[in-house]
């Protein structure tokens, strides 16, 4: 095998690929990257991926420990030629003046993940499924029971992942031809956060992205997702309040710092009519804090999770949201200033421990309206 390239490179493609590689790997090719071909692979079994590494001259292929070699490649100048050749079992690395030899296996044993070859290619809008996916990746739960969840769902033209607390849609076609998988939490991340896919093909079981500079293929998570449109409420008794987004995210804010001294949970009540919102943070012993903030629209009468509230309040865009609600334990949805992404939030049980908090400052703020 003989390579080279700069080190600036080489180091831009081992960080890419650090997140598919083992920190402690059983199985020691698995804590290994393939070079040759002008890419560095590398895979944990469930993602393969592979970088493009610009080369001057590149011959045959090897297999080198990762971590070394990113260390070591990230205390050379990045303008620095590196030049690898093969020796007896190992590699060697010529930087400048220095001189390194790296142990090596056999490059045909690199496990690579094989792909069917009927695999379907679907159309899709590289830029938007990315937005999508990276929309609802912070809603995808970990919970390890519910396996089906562990990922993001794409199915139709829509993207969907829910913790069963939230649940967050973010839409990325309307033709509504993309087939129903679930990918796993790793893979959708690197999804949102590579450049948008120019080739996107699939079948039940495995997908096979490409985008420039980067080709990923990875295992799809294998079970059924839930039915997610149940969730989503709906019908004529649905009112709408509106609110500064950024006003209403100071206050989660500032009330979840204080969520830690209730012994009932952090959860926060707000109760609005139609021209203030009350949002107040109880424990058992008596209150913890309180506030409010202008509103229109429709009295309003919820009470969630505040740090789930401004998690959600900082995915969402735009100066105002608008939640549509009704009252009772029923979820709530969540909108921005993009109609094709949402999120439904789901009521805390606790609501009658806090809500009386809220009540008693909407009743002063509206006694001090009157006067």
């Avoid at 790997?25 to 469930?46: F, R, S």
């Avoid at 969730?231 to 987004?245: C, F, H, L, N």
Wanted: charged fraction near 20%.
């Amino acid at each position: 095998m003989k390579c080279e390239t700069t080190a600036g490179m080489l180091k831009a493609a081992l960080k890419l690929l650090k997140p598919v590689i083992a920190s402690h790997a059983a199985v020691p090719i698995l804590g290994m990257v393939k070079i040759g071909g002008g890419e560095v692979i590398g895979t944990d079994l469930d993602i393969e991926m592979a970088i493009s590494l610009p080369t001057s001259h590149a011959e045959g292929e090897a297999l080198l420990p990762f971590r070394p070699l990113l260390q070591l490649v990230s205390a050379i100048d990045p303008t620095e030629t590196l030049r690898f050749q093969s020796l007896e079992g190992g590699v060697e690395l010529t930087a400048g003046c220095g001189r390194y030899v790296f142990p090596t296996l056999d490059a045909q044993e690199f496990p690579h993940m094989p792909m069917p070859e009927d695999m379907t290619t679907v159309a899709c809008d590289g830029s938007a499924l990315k937005a999508a996916i990276g929309f609802v990746l912070p809603f995808v739960s970990n919970e390890e029971t519910r396996y089906y969840l562990n990922g993001v769902f794409l199915s139709g033209g829509v993207a969907v992942a829910t913790d069963g607390h939230r649940l967050g849609h973010g839409g990325f076609s309307d033709d509504g031809k993309f087939p129903d998988i679930i990918v796993p939490k790793l893979t959708a991340w690197l999804l949102s956060s590579l450049p948008p896919a120019t080739s996107f093909s699939t079948d039940q079981q495995k997908i096979r992205v490409t985008m420039p500079g980067a080709r990923i293929s990875a295992k799809l998570i294998d079970g059924n997702f839930p039915d997610w449109r149940r969730v989503v409420p709906s019908g004529e008794d649905m009112a709408k309040t509106g609110m500064q987004r950024m006003a209403l995210l100071r206050t989660a804010r500032r009330l979840g710092a204080l969520g830690g001294l209730s012994r009932i949970g952090p959860f926060i009540s707000m109760l609005g009519d139609g021209g203030y919102v009350a949002i107040a943070l109880k424990s058992r012993e008596g209150e913890i804090g309180a506030e409010y903030i202008a509103a229109d629209g429709a009295p309003l009468s919820v009470t969630y999770n505040v740090n789930y509230l401004a998690q959600s309040l900082t995915s969402l865009s735009g100066e105002r949201i608008i939640m549509t609600h009704k009252e009772g334990m029923y979820p709530a949805i969540l909108r921005g200033d993009d109609d094709r992404r949402f999120i439904v939030m789901m009521p805390a049980t606790d609501r009658e421990k806090v809500i009386d908090l809220a009540r008693s400052l909407l009743s002063r703020l509206t006694e001090k309206r009157a006067a």
